[in-house]
């Protein structure tokens, strides 16, 4: 089954009880927080998507909490096509055992068919075009430097976790060319990737910078040192220097993800990437209570079986020892 926040929210799954695995605990924590994380960003930067930041700071002051509204009037806790494509994603990883491009592309047109509450130009585009052609990879376009693909990356951080550099990033390409086949858009999905393993395995933010910075000497437009992104739009690069800005700046999940959205923009999307950073580097017990309890249950309960569900396959298509 393929998720969509409207069928989440009308068939939640019985929760199933995942046995105890050496793995469980920091690294089962950390992918939960991840992906909490970006659920908690979306709904959180729904609100304000499209909003400057003066614009926010007139009608929020600042914005600190779950509230729903926005654009796209949301209910308090629901979230958008960031956290539910990313679902569907990771769905299809666990039916195929493994990332694979036509078994994305099918759940992703699943997902668009059931009317997600938001769907993005080029990726509604693309599946479009998959639907005519039954051909799972776009064709390469500059036009397509969206950040479509890089917002549902983490499924695939998690089910590659444990497996060589040339096997991840070619489950990269596979998920991010069904609607967005661009080098910008690529570089940032490795990266992002690349960073998330950094941080499940407990490595110091140090040690994932040079992921960061390795973004930038590849692709010097990506250089955010410099001048504060405000406002970044669905350019993946304005997206990715918002994010690596507010994530590098902070020392902390709360203040990570009140930085990211309160920069407006494509706030939906900046704060799920944002959220599962931080989630990743600070763990489940850095996520505020009062934002676990505004996110939809029915989508907190998905994401937290999917990291268990996901870290299970890495862990046995892997030899990787995960520590305990």
Partial sequence: MFWTGELIARTAPVRRRVAPAPWDSPLLGKATAAYLGLAIGDA????????????????????????????????????????????????SILAARGVDAQAAAEAFDAWMRAKPVDIGNTVRRNLIQFRKTGKPEAVASEHDAG???????????????????????????????????NLHSD??????????????????????????????????????DKKRRDNPSGYVVETMQAVLQAFFDTS???????????????????????????????????IPKRWLRALDPAIRQACEQQAA????????KSSLAFPG
């Fill in 44 to 91: 959180m930067g729904a609100t304000v998507e499209f909003l400057t930041p003066n614009e926010i700071r007139h009608q929020h002051g600042e914005h600190r909490d779950i509230t729903g509204g926005g654009w796209l009037r949301l209910k308090a806790g629901q979230v958008t096509d960031d956290t539910t494509m990313s679902l569907a994603l990771g769905e």
């Fill in 252 to 286: 902390c999940f709360e203040d990570c993800l009140i930085d990211v959205v309160n920069r407006g923009g494509d706030a939906d999307t900046t704060g799920a990437i944002a959220g599962m950073l931080a989630g990743a580097r600070y763990g489940l017990d850095a």
């Fill in 309 to 316: 569900d996901l870290l299970r396959l890495s862990q046995e």
């Fill in 187 to 224: 570089a940032a999905c490795d990266a992002l990737i690349l960073m998330l393993h950094e941080l499940l395995h407990g490595h110091e933010v140090q040690d994932l910078r040079q992921h960061a910075d390795r973004l930038v000497e590849q692709f010097p437009l990506f250089a955010f």
């Fill in 147 to 181: 950040n479509g693909a890089a917002m549902r990356v983490l499924p695939v951080a998690l089910a590659c976790l444990g497996q060589d550099r040339t096997a991840t990033l070619a489950a990269s390409r596979a998920q991010a060319h069904v609607t967005h086949h």
